[in-house]
């Protein structure tokens, strides 16, 4: 069966790093777009990132342009979030999809993760 697994999450302090993976299995993703969203407690789930497995392309929210970089590594079928200059606003549920189309519609992914939590303390 198709999975895709988060890891990474944890506990860090206001301007430190975390980098997050996504292992996918049970299918090719070579036609799929990977992305990241996350969601924080009260809130609407909201597109972070976004790679094309042909990697031509990388798409960031602009509230974390410049501190978040999100890679793909085709041969382990994984994806990464690179993470940096962390912010208490950042603390949410971070999750990870794949979809055919539409980089940040979060309606149109067709798969997606548990999640791996995220914290960010003051």
């Known amino acids: 069966q198709v999975q895709l697994v988060e890891s990474g999450g944890g506990l860090v302090q206001a301007g430190g790093s975390l980098r997050l993976?996504?292992?996918?299995?049970?299918?090719?993703?070579?036609?799929?777009?990977?992305?990241?969203?996350r969601q924080a407690p009260g809130k609407e789930r909201e597109f972070v990132a976004a790679i094309p497995w042909s990697a031509v392309n990388t798409y960031y929210a602009e509230s974390v342009k410049g501190r978040f970089t999100i890679s793909a590594?085709?041969?382990k079928n994984a994806v990464y979030l690179q993470m940096?200059?962390?912010?208490?606003?950042?603390?949410?549920?971070?999750?990870?999809?794949?979809?055919?189309?539409?980089?940040?519609?979060q309606r149109l992914y067709e798969y997606w993760g548990r999640g791996t939590q995220v914290t960010v303390s003051s």
């Open 21 to 37: 993976s996504c292992a996918a299995s049970g299918r090719s993703f070579s036609g799929y777009t990977m992305g990241w969203f």
């Open 73 to 75: 590594d085709n041969a």
């Open 84 to 105: 940096n200059s962390l912010k208490p606003e950042d603390t949410a549920l971070y999750y990870c999809g794949a979809t055919r189309r539409g980089e940040s519609i």
